[in-house]
């Protein structure tokens, strides 16, 4: 048995460590709710909601520089979120009009339409991946054409995105390769947008948006570009993928619940904010205190890194009554699994869409289904096996 | 019941939308506010706005009881 200093010693949030996280977040909560990790260099690590809201409430204290992920995904300041206010307002500025609730309800035949398909084609086919057939599908067809990434590119994304998020802990060197031939195509792209060498340049894509951006009169230089565009490459994929696999992991082991959503569908946006709560695609971000600080009473120096455990304040007795429950009817629910303040996620208002309207049509179409394989993890992107009746 | 909403707070999260889609109203960047004339919250709006204000993670909504 390791002791509770162990445990808080080598604290990590990725890969095999995701296996028990959520016994480890409630050990941190009660026993060293501000925590010391040497993992990555070392970093403090909060898992208390109230302690997480008001860091990320507060951009006095705290800096998102060098870089919000922890360990790195790049080896450059990703744009928008390892940007401090005020530059960091004006490059959300660019997209925000792309997610108000008034743009987002353009989407909702567009992603409708694409998540009948995808059911209708696993319901059909004789595949049992629910990740490949439709949590992952769904965002790369969906996210890409908004986005603007052409189609016969899509087949290269998961294995980039894999390479960049999950393989970076075990293998930083692949990552590495992955991260440089994402610029290089990016690269490429915005050359063709630029020449007008493509379908997709001038539909109102993300990529013209950025393209077509000004701060304070300046288009964005090259560098500005390659930066968001691979900011929104990993943000738009791999999230939405993970809450969809995720919420269809719960109701394979649920039939309950999922016999609920299916005679009252209305219930689906209420699930999706629990299965956001509990399975949160992102685990924890970064941040850099500026000034030296205390949290509970715990001396943070200016310099430090600190973390938010969002998996964990998510989980904390103190918010919700049976935190480790998932609770598909949970009415009050005020989690951090988009984060919170400035950085907020630019794409969270998409992101819950593509769940909630991807499990209603998943719902509709695809008969009861249960696990194929208990060895499959509640967390990533990988293989999710569903047995139905076909 | 009144509703105030601190738009210094609200970072466009738009779950107020979700719940009381009546009584408030987004700006070009999708930033909230409460729809004039809806300050005063009728009673079959309540419960929505209730729910609004419970869900904001920026705690940017409050209410005032009569």
């Known amino acids: 048995m390791k002791s509770i200093k162990d445990i808080e010693r080598t604290m ?38 109230e302690d997480i809201f008001k ?21 450059f300041p990703m744009i928008p979120i390892d940007t401090d206010l005020p530059e960091l307002m004006d490059y959300r500025r660019i997209l925000l ?130 930066s968001y565009c691979y900011l929104m490459f990993l943000g738009g994929l791999d999230t939405t993928a993970w809450a969809i696999r995720a919420s269809l992991w719960h109701l394979a082991q649920d039939l309950d619940a999922q016999r609920k959503l299916r005679e009252n569908p209305d219930l689906i946006p209420m699930a999706a904010e629990e299965i956001l709560r509990t399975l949160s695609p992102v685990q924890a971000m970064g941040r850099t205190c500026k000034k030296d600080t205390v949290i509970r009473g715990q001396e943070i120096k200016a310099g430090d890194r600190v973390v938010l455990l969002f998996g964990a304040g998510n989980r904390d007795p103190d918010i919700y009554d049976e935190p480790e429950k998932i609770k598909i009817d949970r009415e ?21 869409r593509e769940l909630v309207i991807g499990l209603e049509e998943f719902l509709k179409v695809v008969p009861e289904f249960t696990l194929g394989d208990p060895s499959e993890k509640w967390y990533g992107v990988g293989r999710l096996t569903l047995n139905f009746k076909k | 019941m009144k509703v105030l909403l601190d738009s210094h707070r609200c970072q466009g999260h738009a779950r107020c939308a979700a719940f009381a889609p009546e009584t408030f109203v987004f700006d070009d960047d999708g930033f909230s506010r409460v729809r004039e004339g809806m300050e005063d919250v009728k009673p079959e709006n309540a419960p929505g706005v209730r729910k609004a204000c419970a869900n904001c993670p920026e705690l940017a909504i409050s209410i005032i009881e009569d």
Not at chain 1, 55 to 75: F, G, I, N
Not at chain 1, 334 to 346: D, I, P, S
């Open chain 1, 12 to 49: 990590d949030f990725h890969g095999e460590a995701l296996d028990n996280i959520f016994e480890t977040y409630r050990l941190m909560r009660e026993n060293c709710p501000v925590g010391r990790s040497e993992k990555y260099g070392g970093f403090w690590f909060l898992s208390k909601s």
């Open chain 1, 97 to 226: 009009p792309l997610f108000t609730p008034q743009a987002l309800a353009k989407m909702e035949k567009p992603v409708r339409d694409i998540a009948q398909d995808l059911a209708r084609e696993f319901a059909d086919s004789g595949t049992t991946d629910a990740t490949a057939g439709f949590a992952r599908a769904l965002p790369t067809i969906f996210f890409s054409r908004l986005a603007g990434f052409p189609e016969k590119d899509w087949p290269k994304f998961d294995a980039w995105v894999d390479d960049i998020l999950y393989e970076r802990t075990l293998d930083p060197e692949r990552a590495k390769k992955a991260q440089d031939a994402v610029m290089a195509y990016f690269d490429d792209l915005i050359e063709k947008y630029r020449g007008r060498t493509i379908d997709e340049a001038d539909t109102g894509t993300i990529m013209d948006y950025l393209l077509e951006a000004k701060i304070k009169g300046e288009p964005l230089s090259r560098q500005e570009l390659l």
């Open chain 1, 332 to 352: 009050d629910n005020r989690h951090l699994a988009f984060g919170a303040g400035h950085h907020r996620c630019l794409g969270s208002n998409l992101g819950r």
């Open chain 1, 55 to 75: 860091v990320e409430q507060d951009a006095d204290t705290y800096s998102v520089k060098p870089t919000m992920l922890v360990p790195p995904v790049a080896d």
